[in-house]
């Protein structure tokens, strides 16, 4: 028969056990690294090994276990810290500034984040600024050539819908993403002859967004958030917006603010629209304004997106776009 004493000192151990477990897991949740006794610990039994043969927890790739038996005996103490380290490295990358959009390859100014602001050409794929696509072109000799052609390539702007549709499915067939993306966007309006399909839509624009086209993961969200091609679907639609905003879709950024506003989360909204701004949404400077006003954003907030614009600003604007601008309101670049 065992004493008291002995039944204690049991109770003990076990509970030892059950508090280093939890200090090894707490300890690799918090990442550090120079300790290296700790880093190759099994977060369940205590073992020691080598970070040859440790098993990784699949979700937070942080806590470590000797083998999958002792990963998954550990899994119900490990789910509230791991699902929290998770939405922390998730907002890591959610909220960080994504680069800026590519230069002109005429210009060699960063192209504006207005749609209106830029033109893709069919006959060659290059994404041209609004003030480039609308200069004069030369010919060799210095002469104005009267005829409008691509000022990247120089082949004669097609006329018609049956020249863009050839150009597209050109295009298209070289795997171009945006091609597909805007013959997606033709069968989702069933415009230029294709007939309207939200399933064929959605397809390519998956195909798009897999071949590295940033503004396809948007129009997914839309599909998902309207219930097109898909039934309606919020969760998704707001991850399609968050994969597109941390590729610098700043349209999709924009939503994602608006969509912590509904929910009075106006600490991430302003994150977002903050985001957006830098990158030129003038609705997101809108919405901080709307913000300050409501109490919701600071004085400081405020200015900083009116700095941060001001700075886009500066990276985009040139004589040549400003006169396009001016001809034409279908070019304007901010």
């Known amino acids: 028969m065992s004493s008291t004493s002995d039944k204690i000192c049991k109770e003990g151990a076990s509970q030892t056990k059950v508090d280093l477990s939890d200090a090894i897991g707490y300890l ?12 190759n610990v099994c977060a369940n039994c205590g073992k020691e090994g080598s970070s040859d043969n440790t098993n990784t927890c699949n979700k937070c790739k942080e806590v470590k276990y000797c083998n999958a038996a002792c990963k998954k005996k550990h899994r119900s103490k490990h789910k509230k810290a791991c699902d929290r380290r998770v939405a922390e490295l998730h907002d890591e990358k959610l909220f960080k500034q994504p680069p800026p959009k590519e230069d002109c390859p005429i210009c060699f100014l960063r192209l504006p984040t207005l749609v209106s602001g830029s033109r893709y050409k069919t006959c ?11 200069a004069p072109v030369y010919d060799n000799q210095g002469n104005k050539v009267d005829e409008k052609k691509c000022a990247f390539c120089r082949v004669p702007t097609p006329t018609t819908d049956e020249e863009i549709n050839e150009m597209e499915k050109k295009r298209f067939a070289d795997n171009d993403p945006i091609a597909i993306f805007n013959i997606g966007l033709n069968y989702s309006e069933g415009m230029y002859g294709y007939p309207l399909d939200y ?21 997914i969200g839309y599909a998902y958030n309207n219930g097109e091609g898909v039934e309606i679907n919020k ?14 879709d700043v349209t999709a950024r924009y939503n994602l603010g608006i969509e912590g506003e509904k929910a009075d989360n106006f600490d991430r ?3 977002h629209h903050m985001i957006a701004v830098r990158d030129g949404h003038e609705n997101s400077l809108k919405e901080i304004q709307k913000m300050y006003s409501y109490g919701h954003a600071t004085k400081d907030d405020y200015t900083k997106a009116l700095q941060l614009y001001q700075e886009y600003l500066s990276e985009i604007k040139s004589d040549q776009r400003e006169k396009a601008a001016a ?8």
């Open 28 to 39: 690799q949740l918090l990442n550090i690294k120079d300790n290296k006794a700790v880093g």
């Open 124 to 134: 060659c794929g290059k994404t041209i600024c609004s003030g480039c696509s609308n």
């Open 199 to 219: 399933v064929k839509a959605l397809e390519l624009w998956h195909q798009a967004a897999g071949l590295g086209y940033t503004g396809a993961y948007t129009n």
């Open 235 to 248: 969760k998704k639609a707001i991850h399609y917006f968050e994969l597109a905003a941390m590729r610098g």
């Open 269 to 271: 909204a302003l994150k």
């Open 327 to 334: 001809a034409k309101k279908e070019n304007r670049y901010y």
